[in-house]
């Protein structure tokens, strides 16, 4: 089969497409088709080797973190699908690979593709679906009629967000450019901020949470809005120790981390705010949640409308290293 590898961590952003074999299925796994794989600036960090030190890579590495497609064959521990079923995941951290034709995935990693999306729109959802849903329920521990502010908020991510923190319950701000704020409204916003007329550190105070989307450089104006006791969850600004806490990580590992971001912890900290940093897992059971949520609120995520094959997979991530894109990157098998 096809598909897109890398040889070794380098800052040329280029894969090389290879034949390898079809992988084989262990008990808890399934082997899906790859219809459409979606491209996104984790895939040039897992390039580049930016984020080895929270996930290290064998070598070669099939690159690729979500996809759509068709399950092929199911193991005999497996439960819940059928050969035929349309399905999309974001894959586990310990195993991409979704730029290839073929890919084996644990089961719990992935769920019925929903009904109000095809292969190619279904292919920008669970990556940021997964984001949003584990950034507000384990993150933030949000709660009914609480406020979330999500500076740069109209693209890829508040897409999903802004619809799931509706869903429960919580009061939704979003800052962005004047024409996603028609979109990012009929969504669930409950107001929006034309970063081209006002600035949202002037006009907010007092947010129990924001969601940092541009990273650090916004740190001290996120920080100055939220009240004692919130939260800033940035998935861009960097880890610090809760994170590799959380996430198990070796003594050595939490050191770094926690002098990594301890500039961060200490700013929070004077403002009686915690800071968090957020890198998404899969989960298949959180997949059904944000299903439902899809097919309820029927959110179709944009997707940029150059079209890319197998082939043409570096010059997808140029433009996504590039950015400016109109919508998620995808591959179409």
Do not use: C
């Not at 890319?308 to 995808?330: E, H, P, Q, R």
Request: glycine letters at 10%; aromatic letters at 8%; proline letters at 5%.
């Amino acid at each position: 089969m096809k598909a897109a590898q890398i040889q070794k961590y380098s800052k040329d952003i280029k894969a090389q497409i290879v034949d390898i074999p079809i992988p084989t299925i262990k008990d808890n796994e399934v082997l899906v088709k790859v219809k459409v794989a979606a491209v996104n600036p984790l895939d040039i960090l897992n390039i580049t080797g930016s984020v080895k030190l929270i996930q290290s890579y064998d070598m070669p590495l099939v690159l690729g973190n979500e996809l759509t497609g068709i399950v092929e064959k199911v193991g005999n521990a497996v439960s819940g699908f059928k050969v035929g079923d349309p399905i999309y995941a974001r894959l586990p951290l310990e195993k991409i690979g979704a730029f290839a034709e073929y890919v084996a995935v644990e089961a719990k990693a992935i769920w019925h593709l929903p009904s109000n999306v095809d292969f190619v729109t279904g292919a920008g959802a669970p990556l940021t679906g997964l984001t949003a849903y584990q950034g507000l329920v384990e993150e933030l521990e949000a709660k009914k009629g609480q406020t979330v502010f999500i500076p740069g908020g109209s693209g890829s991510f508040g897409q999903m967000a802004v619809p799931i923190a509706k869903s429960m319950g919580l009061k939704v701000i979003v800052s962005g450019s004047p024409s996603a704020k028609e979109r990012t409204l009929d969504a669930g916003a409950n107001r929006y901020i034309d970063y081209t007329k006002e600035h949202y550190w002037e006009v907010l105070d007092e947010v129990d949470f924001v969601i940092d989307t541009l990273g650090a450089d916004e740190f001290d104006r996120e920080l100055s809005i939220i009240k004692p006791g919130g939260r800033l969850l940035s998935l861009r600004t960097g880890p610090n120790k809760q994170f590799a806490l959380d996430q198990g990580l070796p003594k050595w590992k939490q050191f770094l981390f926690g002098l990594a971001g301890s500039k961060f912890d200490k700013k929070a900290k004077e403002k009686d705010v915690q800071y968090r940093f957020i890198f998404v897992r899969a989960d298949g059971q959180q997949l059904e949640k944000i299903t439902t949520i899809m097919e309820e609120n029927n959110i179709v995520p944009a997707i940029d409308p150059t079209h890319f094959a197998i082939d043409d997979v570096n010059d997808a991530l140029k433009l996504v290293a590039k950015g400016g894109t109109k919508g998620k990157v995808v591959i179409t098998f």
